[in-house]
């Protein structure tokens, strides 16, 4: 176990509580966490991906977040006093740390700890909240063409389900349609199976060049030091 976990960011942290944490694995598609459920432990991620979101009676989804290798898990909208009903689910086969709630308040009063612990968790909300601003800042069409131009590779962006970019957009299936309908009409992309082929980069380039200076840095130097 110590060899394993001897190369975690967090290892400095946590080796004095190991035999307090379990490793637990869960297989793709499995739920690690239910909205309903009153999870009180932390999990950090050693393997694999898990995905956060929120699904409605009727079947909506709305992807919060989508978590790898170092980040941390849980229901951590209880530490503000509020419940996002969000499920936890293994996107491919995944191991994590389950770390306990009394472990867990132990680790917090370590300030090193607790300076990385909110440091990843605010940078994650802090992106969630972008994301959101966008979202009203910007229709569809420009979000989604400036997603094809900086995830595609070459002319060529491949995907995995119409599910998954229903889900990256918090989108219906029928809006995800009219927005590649209405850019294969305009001629710039066309679609072939999972994958779309840009065939007017200049077009898309064009079309979310506000979405894209919304997403320039500055480049500042005011940075926490993790």
């Given amino acids: 176990m110590y060899m394993e976990l001897g190369d975690l960011y967090i290892y400095k942290f946590i080796k004095e ?3 307090e ?3 637990v694995h869960y297989k793709k598609g499995q739920y690690i966490a239910y909205s309903d459920e009153n999870l009180t432990e932390i999990f950090y991620v050693l393997d694999g991906i898990v995905r956060v979101e929120c699904v409605t009676a009727y079947g909506k989804t709305f992807l919060v977040d989508e978590l790898a290798k170092n980040e941390f898990v849980g229901r951590f909208s209880y530490m503000y006093e509020q419940n996002l009903f969000c499920d ?17 308040d132990k680790l917090q009063k370590n300030p090193e700890f607790l300076k990385v612990f909110l440091y990843k968790i ?41 599910n998954e970019l229903c889900n990256i957009f ?18 710039a992309i066309k679609k ?8 007017d980069r200049d077009q898309l380039l064009k079309l979310s060049v506000h979405v894209r200076e919304f997403n320039v840095t500055n480049g500042s130097n005011i940075k926490f030091d993790i």
């Fill in 21 to 23: 944490i379990a490793i």
């Fill in 17 to 19: 509580y190991l035999d």
């Fill in 88 to 104: 936890i689910k293994a996107i491919n086969n995944v191991s994590l740390l389950k770390i306990n709630k009394d472990t867990f």
């Fill in 122 to 162: 605010s940078n994650r909300i802090y992106c969630m909240y972008k994301k959101l601003i966008m979202k009203n800042l910007f229709d569809a069409e420009e979000i989604f063409a400036y997603y094809l131009v900086k995830n595609s590779a070459g002319d060529v962006f491949n995907f995995k389900s119409t």
């Fill in 192 to 199: 072939e199976k999972a994958s779309i082929i840009i065939t």
């Fill in 170 to 187: 918090s989108m219906s299936r029928k809006g995800l349609y009219n927005v590649i309908n209405k850019l294969i009409k305009k001629a």
